[in-house]
T-cell receptor, first 111, second 116 residues
């Protein structure tokens, strides 16, 4: 089983749609969680951190469920510019520091 | 503020040749990471430095890959000899030292390596 698993995608949605991505992690020692966005042939960039209480940034909402070991990202009112790959990132400290990226979920938003 | 710099941006070599990549992190960032991203996959951490010391290199294939950060600033990643499966984008990232677990990583544009 992979340490971080994401919805395989791709997701094809029309503009204005609401789309949700899920990510599960296997190590209960995981301590911090992030969503990064990666445009085609570009480097990853931080989209948002994920907190236990849930957090929102405009049209984006991230949730963490430690008991079930998953995080989610909700995008409301999708824009064409949201088309990208969304990477789930988990950090843990288990004797040493470890950063694990998921494989990413590709989103295509169409007019 | 200048971002993470990497060079070269592209490199094409034949298998069994050697190659080196260079990274200069954001000024003041003590932590530096090298990742390998194969097409269709997420970045895989190869090595993490804190200043000039190695924090984690558990996923670095040490028989062919090496990395150094001698003065705690810029870093070099080398592959010798290269194999076909090393074709990937090599990403460098950095973040500030304090509370590394909770801080954003800033990525460079990457070096796209093709091994023929």
């Amino acid at each position: 089983r992979k340490e971080v698993e994401q919805d395989p995608g791709p997701f094809n949605v029309p503009e204005g749609a609401t789309v949700a991505f899920n990510c599960t992690y296997s190590n209960s020692a995981s301590q911090s969680f992030f969503w990064y966005r990666q445009d085609c042939r570009k480097e990853p960039k931080l989209l948002m951190s994920v907190y236990s209480s849930g957090n929102e940034d405009g049209r984006f909402t991230a949730q963490l469920n430690r008991a079930s070991q998953y995080i989610s990202l909700l995008i409301r009112d999708s824009k064409l510019s949201d088309s990208a790959t969304y990477l789930c990132v988990v950090n843990m400290e288990t004797g040493g520091f470890k950063t694990i990226f998921g494989a990413g979920t590709r989103l295509f938003v169409k007019a | 503020e200048a971002g993470v710099a990497q060079s070269p941006r592209y490199k094409i070599i034949e298998k069994r040749q050697s190659v080196a990549f260079w990274c200069n992190p954001i000024s003041g960032h003590a932590t530096l990471y090298w990742y390998q991203q194969i097409l269709g996959q997420g970045p895989k951490l190869l090595i993490q430095f804190q200043n000039n010391g190695v924090v984690d290199d558990s996923q670095l294939p040490k028989d062919r890959f090496s990395a150094e950060r001698l003065k705690g600033v810029d870093s070099t990643l080398k592959i010798q000899p290269a194999k076909l499966e090393d074709s990937a984008v090599y990403l460098c990232a950095s973040n500030i030292r304090q509370q590394v677990l909770y801080n954003e990583q800033f990525f460079g544009p990457g070096t796209r390596l093709t091994v023929l």
